[in-house]
């Protein structure tokens, strides 16, 4: 096990910062039990770090700060089954290349490839395509030290109703060590980017989600344009996408941080210059594996909000969000993504019992988001929406309990878990009203 000294920690856009006591790298499953009996002795709290995406203070603390960095990489494939045994501390990128390496990929995945597999899962990360749950749904088993430094595994035949609770769970209910995913073998695909009128997109969405398996949209504020992704199997095998992926990367990176510093300086120029981005979106068509192929370099920093809907009501939502942004005059230039996911049945998945439509909106970093945010949200809660456990959102529990109906369930079996609240920071202890 290797500890680290304090240190200023913060996440990936700097919206949040915190002191550690301390970094510890466990190396074995009992080095995670050990850390948390340690914590329960001192009564200090703990938080999981996996690659410091989420945009709320989720791994915020002031004790020990837990990397499971050390416990990482594919650790079986049981080709019968069609499952893969993880470390939770391997990141989504290097899981892909181990999986192909194999023969296999994972079903779907969300956008950027940088989390660690645990990070993702456990805060409800998603992809799109109505056939497809968010990430967490590929879990079959999980290998989980409890708060009381006891070790259960659970699935969905075992444990069943801590399955459904620990799935996603912010890191609440103990330290997931190791997953058994689903896996398939891996197919071919083709990637498609285009510049469609929004009008198309309100006649077509119907059928652009049902037709294609992975499908995307972005609004762009101020601007007729969409950009529509789609993502398909397809029979042709020759891989023609690493000059077109270096050419989309710089263009929405290079190009975008121009334009962005731009709107940055100069706010005004916020709604000309998402008319440009929009005018400016690439007809691209690439093909290869899919784990090159789901995730984006992004290295242009942002502020993020995204909220959970249902499905049947994403037209009549974005359309009420466009309207708003041209009538409040938002200095807003990033685009707005649009996302499609098949119901689960974790306890505070954004998406449990319900098909959904994810919408998030972002803003530039060192740009003010608060006013922007704040109406945009007021208009998804109107919609029941739930937001995202990793993005900026106001709920409070009151809020919370009428849009995840099963929130107290969860709450009340963390509460039996972790009696001593070591998994509870500051943050979620708000959030929750724990303690």
């Known amino acids: 096990m ?35 009996s340690m914590a329960n002795s001192e009564r200090k709290k703990i938080r999981v770090v996996g690659s410091s995406h989420s945009f709320t203070p989720l791994i915020a603390t002031n004790d020990y700060l837990i990397s499971l960095d050390n416990l ?6 049981n080709k019968e089954e069609q499952t893969a045994e993880v470390w939770a501390g391997t990141k ?37 395509g109505v056939n497809h749950g968010i990430l967490s749904t590929q879990i079959e088993e999980m290998t989980v030290v409890l708060p009381s430094g006891d070790i259960i595994d659970c699935s969905k035949t075992k444990n069943t109703d801590l399955f459904r609770a620990i799935g ?25 980017s285009k510049k469609v ?3 198309e997109i309100y006649s077509n969405l119907s059928n652009l989600k049902k037709e294609n398996e992975h499908f995307e949209f972005y609004l762009f504020p101020y601007s007729n344009n969409v950009q529509i ?81 249902p499905a049947e009501k994403m037209d009549e939502a974005i359309l009420e969000i466009q309207e708003e942004i041209q009538n409040k005059k938002f200095n807003v230039h990033f685009p707005i993504e649009c996302r499609f996911v098949k119901e689960d049945n974790f306890l505070i998945s954004p998406a449990s019992m319900r098909d959904s439509a994810y919408i998030a909106i972002h803003m530039y970093k060192g740009m003010p988001h608060q006013e922007y945010f704040n109406r945009i949200e007021e208009i998804l ?12 959102h106001s709920m409070n529990l009151e809020k919370l309990n009428d849009v ?24 979620l202890s708000k959030l929750f009203q724990i303690g």
């Open 168 to 192: 996603v769970s912010l890191g609440l209910l103990g330290i997931v060590v190791k997953f058994k995913i689903r896996i398939k073998p891996a197919k071919t695909y083709r990637y498609e």
């Open 229 to 309: 992704k789609l993502m398909n199997e397809t029979r042709t095998k020759k891989h023609s996408f690493k000059f077109e992926k270096w050419k989309v990367a710089t263009l929405e990176n290079k190009a975008f941080w121009f334009l962005s510093e731009f709107s940055r300086n100069f706010p005004k120029s916020s709604p000309q210059i998402s008319k440009i981005s929009g005018s400016s979106v690439p007809n691209t068509n690439m093909i290869g594996p899919s784990h090159e192929l789901f995730a984006t370099t992004r290295n242009v920093k942002f502020n993020e909000m995204e909220y959970n809907i």
């Open 72 to 77: 990482s990489g594919v650790i079986s494939i």
């Open 2 to 36: 290797l500890p680290m000294k304090s240190m200023l920690w913060k996440n990936w856009s700097g919206s949040v910062k915190f002191n550690p006591k301390q970094v510890i790298y466990p190396t074995t499953i009992e080095d995670v039990v050990n850390i948390v």
């Open 92 to 128: 989504l990128e290097q899981l892909g290349f181990e999986l192909y390496e194999s023969g296999y990929s994972q079903e779907n995945l969300g956008d950027i490839n940088v989390q660690s597999i645990a990070g993702a899962f456990l805060t409800g990360t998603h992809g799109t």
């Open 381 to 392: 809660q109107s919609y029941i929406g739930r937001p995202h456990w990793g993005k900026m």
């Open 197 to 199: 009128n929004t009008d």
């Open 404 to 427: 995840y109906p099963q929130l107290s369930n969860f709450l009340s079996i963390r509460s039996q878990l972790d009696k001593n609240d070591i998994f509870a920071n500051a943050y």
